[in-house]
């Protein structure tokens, strides 16, 4: 019987956002995993409006549909706006939230430039450092590396003058 539960779980495609809690509770309730996957992600959004400071906005960032819309700081759990088990009032609750709010961090910044130079996007790396600079955050050293290199690959030189 608990293999049967163990294999429902595995086929399940929410299984990485599901705790262990989740994964007893599903168990003790019949295997109902889809069901208790459900109420483990309303559980996320109302996390996510409570402080939303504490997740990282991905949408910028996002190179397919695969990839999370936000992402907890902490405990890396995911949340994406096209799911079916995402509950209506979250996106409705979402699009009424004031823009920017969900702040980027120099963390966030960081991985979204180098992420834009992994994919060959050198011209959106650039692009994205002046947004950077022009929302008032500094550089450090892990922000020049990415910017760099796609200054190089696009070997604008004037362009890599500014940023060194």
């Not at 595995?10 to 990485?16: P, V």
């Not at 936000?70 to 949340?79: G, M, R, S, W």
């Not at 959106?124 to 200054?151: H, R």
Request: net charge positive; charged share 20%.
């Amino acid at each position: 019987m608990a293999e049967c539960h163990r294999l429902t779980f595995q086929s399940c495609r929410l299984r990485h956002i599901l705790t262990w809690s989740h994964r007893a509770l599903a168990t003790s309730s019949g295997g109902n995993v889809r069901a208790v996957a459900a109420v483990c992600i309303e559980k996320l959004w109302r996390q996510f409006f409570s402080d939303p400071s504490q997740w990282w906005d991905c949408r910028p960032e996002k190179v397919n549909s695969n990839y999370p819309d936000f992402k907890h700081k902490h405990t890396q759990d995911a949340l994406w706006l096209v799911h079916r088990k995402t509950p209506t009032w979250a996106r409705a609750q979402l699009a009424a939230m004031a823009p920017g709010t969900v702040q980027l961090d120099m963390f966030s910044w960081n991985r979204r430039l180098a992420r834009y130079v992994k994919a060959g996007q050198h011209e959106k790396t650039i692009e994205l450092y002046q947004e950077m600079q022009q929302k008032g955050m500094s550089p450090d050293n892990f922000t020049f590396v990415p910017v760099l290199n796609a200054c190089a690959s696009l070997r604008a030189l004037e362009a890599g003058r500014k940023v060194h």
